[in-house]
């Protein structure tokens, strides 16, 4: 045996079987929606919470010398609730490319440290969101108003989407046969 079967039968055996369609994304799109999260919470953070909570006074909230005490009783609302949101916004983090392939469906993140994500067909759940796009995952996905905490656990940390548009892809004309493959593999689809 030569060096070239070794390595032909070693990558056999150990590399990844060739990927039937692959969904490459715009990563641009995913590292400014990453930055607007971080800076969203920087503002909210140290503009508007923590200088209320030093001294209970409202007009210390960011800018402090412009703007009513109306408006920023508003601004320290919103900082509240998108803090209380802010779970569900993990998955703006986790965007990547989608690589499907004859026996599973792989993210492969654009943030390196961020760990690739494998769905395989035999555990596959969809669920479609009215016309947006379709949430993968291996798990059953509950109603998000009988359990929100455990709805948000699965989509953001155990689940991935893919958008029914073509609008961040490099190469949209794959989305429609991808849809189509991922559709007629599922164990289970739903909508909501």
């Known amino acids: 045996m030569n060096i070239g079967e070794a390595t032909n039968q070693l990558c056999s055996t ?42 209970f006074d409202f007009n210390q909230i960011w800018p402090a010398n412009s703007g009513g005490v109306g408006k920023k009783i508003i601004l320290f609302i919103l900082s509240w609730i998108f803090w209380l949101y802010s779970p569900t916004l993990i998955s703006v983090f986790i965007g990547g490319n989608v690589y499907i392939y004859e026996k599973f469906i792989e993210l492969r993140p654009f943030l390196p440290f961020i760990k690739k994500r494998i769905v395989y067909f035999d555990e596959l759940r969809i669920r479609i969101r009215k016309g947006r796009g379709m949430l993968l995952t291996n798990l059953v996905i509950p109603i998000w108003w009988k359990s929100p905490y455990l709805y948000w656990k699965i989509v953001s940390l155990y689940g991935f989407g893919i958008p029914f ?28």
């Not at 990563?27 to 969203?40: D, E, G, H, K, N």
């Not at 073509?166 to 004309?173: C, D, H, R």
């Open 165 to 192: 548009s073509t609008a961040g892809l490099k190469n949209p004309e794959s989305l429609s046969l991808a849809i189509e493959l991922v559709k007629a593999r599922a164990i289970s689809i739903s909508n909501f």
């Open 14 to 55: 150990e590399c990844p079987e060739k990927p039937l369609i692959v969904l490459k994304f715009k990563p641009w799109i995913s590292y400014f929606c990453m930055i607007a999260v971080l800076m969203c919470s920087v503002l909210f953070s140290f503009g508007t919470i923590v200088p209320y909570m030093a001294t």
